[in-house]
């Protein structure tokens, strides 16, 4: 069973940062690619950013340019940068892993708000 465990939420004021960091329980190779969801009460989840083993990466149009999603594989931990934030980017952010075939493996979430 993979484990998938976020960290780094909080508040932030508009235009400010936050970095999340999302650490696996197994080796990140093992995993066909990782990324972040995010998701606000009423709405569906909505793709921020993925990462597959290969290194490339793949961003939501909304936050191509502010966003910066990265992998450190001695660590077992995705990260996802985040700056200029907008209140728009207000969510609970969870990490998920991907193994073809198979369900998603999800994090518990963490909440992002900006807010002034």
């Known amino acids: 069973q993979v484990q998938l465990v976020e960290s780094g939420g909080g508040l932030v004021q508009p235009g400010g940062s936050l970095r999340l960091s999302c650490a696996a329980s197994?080796?990140?190779?093992?995993?066909?690619?990782m990324g972040w969801y995010r998701q606000v009460p009423g709405k569906q989840r909505e793709l921020v950013a993925g990462i597959p083993s290969s290194g490339s990466t793949n961003y939501a149009a909304s936050v191509k340019g502010r966003f910066t999603i990265s992998r450190d594989n001695a660590k077992n931990t995705v990260y996802l940068q985040m700056n200029s934030l907008k209140p728009e980017d207000t969510a609970v952010y969870y990490c998920y892993g991907r193994r073809y075939g198979r369900p998603d493996y999800w994090g518990q979430g963490t909440q992002v708000t900006v807010s002034s």
């Open positions: 197994v080796s990140l190779f093992s995993l066909n690619t």
